[in-house]
């Protein structure tokens, strides 16, 4: 019975162990674009879709440093430009958080719809976490899922 115990108290100590060293360290930067993924259209079954909305986050999770926002864009399925979310560049102090939101519209955004976010900082910074979350209803069944950014330009590193 001991052994038993101790058995399944390594062997859940492994399983711990290992989603720690799963995360990735945290990486620094000066600024990077940022691709998020911001579905609002999602396929059911076959030809058949629901919609909904997405709302993009941008979270500054350095402790100790503010990072510039200076571009927040989204982009159909098509890859054309449906909006400019920033008329001049926006200050996200140490721990603060931005949303924005896109609802689904006919002909717009859809089943591959993305943002991009273009940040900066004079000082080297944790990098943002920036992520989205889709959501999407049909009757009574309701559908969500989340996606993070990918970095596809970094200042510095």
Same mark, same amino acid.
């Given at each position: 019975?001991?052994? +038993?115990?101790?058995?399944?108290?390594?062997?859940?100590?492994a399983l711990l162990s290992l989603n720690v060293w799963s995360h990735d360290a945290l990486s620094k930067s000066t600024g990077q674009t940022v691709y998020v993924p911001s579905y609002?259209?999602?396929?059911?079954?076959? +030809?058949f879709s629901v919609k909904g909305f997405t709302t993009v986050t941008i979270h500054n999770i350095d402790p100790n440093h503010a990072l510039k926002v200076n571009a927040v864009t989204s982009y159909d399925t098509h890859g054309k430009l449906t909006k400019q979310y920033l008329q001049e560049p926006l200050v996200l102090a140490p721990f603060a958080s931005?949303?924005?939101?896109i609802r689904y519209e006919k002909g717009v955004d859809g089943t591959g719809a993305n943002f991009i976010v273009r940040?900066? $900082?004079?000082?080297?910074?944790?990098?943002?976490?920036?992520? $989205?979350?889709m959501l999407a209803?049909?009757?009574?069944?309701?559908? +969500?899922?989340? $996606?993070?950014?990918?970095?596809?330009? +970094?200042?510095?590193?």
């Open positions: 019975m001991k052994t +038993s115990i101790l058995l399944l108290f390594v062997a859940v100590t609002t259209e999602l396929y059911k079954s076959g +030809s931005q949303n924005y939101r940040w900066e $900082s004079s000082e080297l910074v944790v990098t943002p976490l920036i992520e $989205s979350r209803t049909s009757g009574t069944q309701g559908y +969500s899922l989340s $996606s993070q950014g990918r970095v596809i330009e +970094s200042k510095g590193e």
